[in-house]
């Protein structure tokens, strides 16, 4: 099942980054690319319409884990695999220091 999170820059919602069994594929909002303030979330994803695609997570995503004894703590206090790097990015991310924040995009549950 896939995962996918909602992007912000500086709390706007720029964005959604999604983990299925191919990869990671990161799309810009429609809504954002049409903002007069639009940056892109890092020069190797300029803004555009079309998705990005990557079988590993995009190199920007990934530096925003933590590293050393905080992914040490995080890993034990949330019994996080360290190469599940979508699970790190989705418990760790939500208050990044800089613009970014990843949110967590629920799965829809089907009845």
Do not use: H
Not at 14 to 30: K, W
Not at 59 to 87: S, T, V
């Amino acid at each position: 099942m896939a995962r996918k999170a909602e992007v912000r820059l500086f709390g706007k919602m720029a964005g959604v980054l999604t983990e299925d069994e191919n990869g990671y594929t990161f799309q810009y909002s429609a809504e954002y690319i049409k903002s007069p303030e639009a940056i892109p979330v890092s020069r190797l994803l300029p803004l555009q319409p079309e998705p990005f695609f990557n079988r590993v997570l995009f190199p920007f995503f990934d530096g925003l884990i933590p590293e050393g004894w905080l992914l040490e703590i995080a890993q034990e206090n949330w019994k996080l695999d360290p190469r599940d790097r979508m699970g790190l990015l989705l418990a760790c991310c939500k208050d990044c220091i800089g613009a970014a924040g990843i949110y967590e995009i629920p799965n829809e549950v089907k009845s």
